[in-house]
C-alpha cells in the first residue's frame, strides 16, 4: 500500500534538508534562497521495525523486507498561494495527492539563512500556510457548490447528499477553520474525503530546530507544541541539519553521535512512526526461510482486507488465516513452536487483525 506525508511549509524552513535525511538521498536541492524546490521529490523511507529483525534472526530469513511510507518535498509555498503566488498553483495541485500533510516550522535563529518575513514566528508561519489553504478549499467548494445545487434540486440523491458535507466544510472554513475540524459520521467520511480538501487531511507539525535544541527543544518549539495541541494534533521536535548529518554515518557512529547529544534515537525515527500513526495504519507480519516481511494496513482492517494486501487472489479466495501474536512468536521460538503450545490461531473472515500479528494466510486460487 502506499502511503504519502507531503512535507510543506514556507521557503527556507529545512524541508529538503529534513526530506534529503528521510530518504538518505540528496535528491532534492537544499539551497538558502526561495523555491529550490521546484517539482516535488518523492521519496520512500523504510519503517524502523526492530520486531522485524527479531522475526527474522527467530525465522532464519534470507530476506527482511520492512513497511515503507512515501515522503513528498513540496515547493515552498508563500502568502497569495491560494491565487496563484509563487509557486501556489503547483503547490496545492502536489498536495492535494497526500494522505497527510507534515508541516516543517522554522523554529531556529540563523541571520545567514534568510526567511522570506524577515523574522522567526513558526505560529505564524504556520498560520500564512493554513490560511493559504484553507482560501482554496474555499473557493474549491464554492465552485462546486452551484452544480452540486442544480442536481440536488433536479432529485439527484448522490449530489443532495455531497450538498450536505460541502455546506459542513464551506461552515466550518467561513468560520475560520480547517476543514478536518468537521466533524463526519463514519458513514460519510468516505463521501467527505472524496472533497479532496486540502485542509481536510490530517496533519503533523514538524518543529525544526538547531543543534543545540535538538535534544530539549527551545521557546520556539514549545509554542509549536502548544498549537499542535490546539489543533489535536501532534508534533515532533527535530533538527533537520543533525538528521542530515546522521544520514551519512555507518550504525556505529549514529549511536556515538546521538549519544553525545543526549538522543536515544534520530528524530526521524520518530517522525517516521508518528506519521504512521497519523495515517491509521499498523503492522502485520509474514516470516519464513525465505523472507520475514512487514505489510503495511489499516487499523480495523480484518484478515482478508490484510490478505489482499499481499495479493488480490488471497482476499477473493481466503479461507482462513493461522495467526501468532509477536510475543507468543519469541516466547516459543518461532512458528512450531507457538503451535505446539497451542498459541497459533486459526482466525476467520471476521477477525479485525492486531499490530504484530504473524499471519500465514490459506485461500483458494
Known amino acids: 500500500m502506499g502511503f504519502k506525508c507531503g512535507i510543506v511549509g514556507l521557503p527556507n524552513v529545512g524541508k529538503s534538508t529534513l526530506f534529503n535525511a528521510l530518504t538518505r538521498t540528496a535528491a532534492a536541492q537544499a539551497a538558502n534562497y526561495p523555491f529550490c524546490t521546484i517539482e516535488p521529490n518523492v521519496g520512500e523511507?523504510?519503517?524502523?521495525?526492530?520486531?522485524?529483525?527479531?522475526?527474522?534472526?527467530?525465522?532464519?530469513?534470507?530476506?527482511?523486507?520492512?513497511?515503507?511510507?512515501?515522503?513528498?518535498?513540496?515547493?515552498?509555498?508563500?502568502?497569495?498561494?491560494?491565487?496563484?503566488?509563487?509557486?501556489?498553483?503547483?503547490?496545492l495541485a502536489n498536495i492535494r495527492e497526500v494522505d497527510a500533510v507534515v508541516y516543517v516550522l522554522r523554529c531556529f535563529d540563523d541571520p545567514d539563512v534568510t526567511h522570506v518575513a524577515n523574522?522567526?514566528?513558526?505560529?505564524?508561519?504556520?498560520?500564512?500556510?493554513?490560511?493559504?489553504?484553507?482560501?482554496?478549499?474555499?473557493?474549491?467548494?464554492?465552485?462546486?457548490?452551484?452544480?452540486?445545487?442544480?442536481?440536488?434540486?433536479?432529485?439527484?440523491?448522490?449530489?443532495?447528499?455531497?450538498?450536505?458535507?460541502?455546506?459542513?466544510?464551506?461552515?466550518?472554513?467561513?468560520?475560520?477553520?480547517?476543514?478536518?475540524?468537521?466533524?463526519?459520521?463514519?458513514?460519510?467520511?468516505?463521501?467527505?474525503?472524496?472533497?479532496?480538501?486540502?485542509?481536510g487531511k490530517p496533519v503533523l507539525f514538524v518543529a525544526n530546530v538547531d543543534e543545540t535544541a535538538a535534544a530539549?527543544?527551545?521557546?520556539?518549539?514549545?509554542?509549536?507544541?502548544?498549537?499542535?495541541?490546539?489543533?489535536?494534533?501532534?508534533?515532533?521536535?527535530?533538527s533537520a541539519k543533525i538528521e542530515a548529518e546522521i544520514a551519512q554515518l555507518s550504525e556505529v557512529e549514529q549511536k556515538e553521535y546521538l549519544a553525545a547529544l543526549g538522543l536515544e534515537q534520530p528524530g526521524l525515527n520518530r517522525l517516521i512512526h508518528v506519521g504512521f500513526s497519523?495515517?491509521?495504519?499498523?503492522?502485520?507480519?509474514?516470516?519464513?526461510?525465505?523472507?520475514?516481511?512487514?505489510?503495511?494496513?489499516?487499523?480495523?482492517?480484518?484478515?482478508?482486507?490484510?490478505?489482499?494486501?499481499?495479493?488480490?487472489?488471497?482476499?477473493?479466495?481466503?479461507?482462513?488465516?493461522?495467526?501468532i501474536s509477536y510475543a507468543d512468536y519469541v516466547a516459543f521460538g518461532g512458528e512450531q513452536g507457538a503451535k505446539d503450545a497451542g498459541k497459533m490461531r486459526l482466525e476467520g473472515k471476521e477477525y479485525v487483525v492486531k499490530d504484530g500479528d504473524v499471519m500465514l494466510f490459506r485461500f483458494n486460487a
Open 45 to 91: 523511507v523504510a519503517v524502523p521495525e526492530p520486531r522485524l529483525f527479531k522475526l527474522a534472526e527467530i525465522a532464519k530469513s534470507k530476506e527482511v523486507t520492512p513497511a515503507r511510507m512515501q515522503f513528498v518535498d513540496i515547493a515552498g509555498l508563500v502568502k497569495g498561494a491560494s491565487k496563484g503566488e509563487g509557486l501556489g498553483n503547483q503547490f
Open 119 to 199: 523574522k522567526i514566528d513558526p505560529v505564524a508561519d504556520f498560520e500564512t500556510v493554513e490560511t493559504e489553504l484553507m482560501l482554496a478549499d474555499l473557493e474549491s467548494l464554492e465552485k462546486r457548490r452551484q452544480n452540486l445545487e442544480k442536481k440536488a434540486k433536479g432529485g439527484d440523491k448522490d449530489a443532495k447528499a455531497t450538498l450536505a458535507l460541502v455546506d459542513r466544510a464551506l461552515e466550518a472554513l467561513k468560520d475560520g477553520r480547517p476543514a478536518r475540524s468537521v466533524d463526519v459520521p463514519e458513514a460519510d467520511r468516505k463521501a467527505f474525503d472524496g472533497l479532496q480538501l486540502l485542509t
Open 216 to 238: 530539549s527543544g527551545n521557546a520556539h518549539s514549545r509554542r509549536v507544541e502548544e498549537e499542535a495541541k490546539k489543533h489535536g494534533a501532534a508534533s515532533v521536535v527535530i
Open 278 to 323: 497519523l495515517l491509521g495504519l499498523q503492522t502485520y507480519f509474514t516470516a519464513g526461510p525465505k523472507e520475514a516481511r512487514a505489510w503495511t494496513i489499516r487499523k480495523g482492517w480484518t484478515a482478508p482486507q490484510a490478505a489482499g494486501v499481499i495479493h488480490t487472489d488471497f482476499e477473493r479466495g481466503f479461507i482462513r488465516a493461522e495467526t
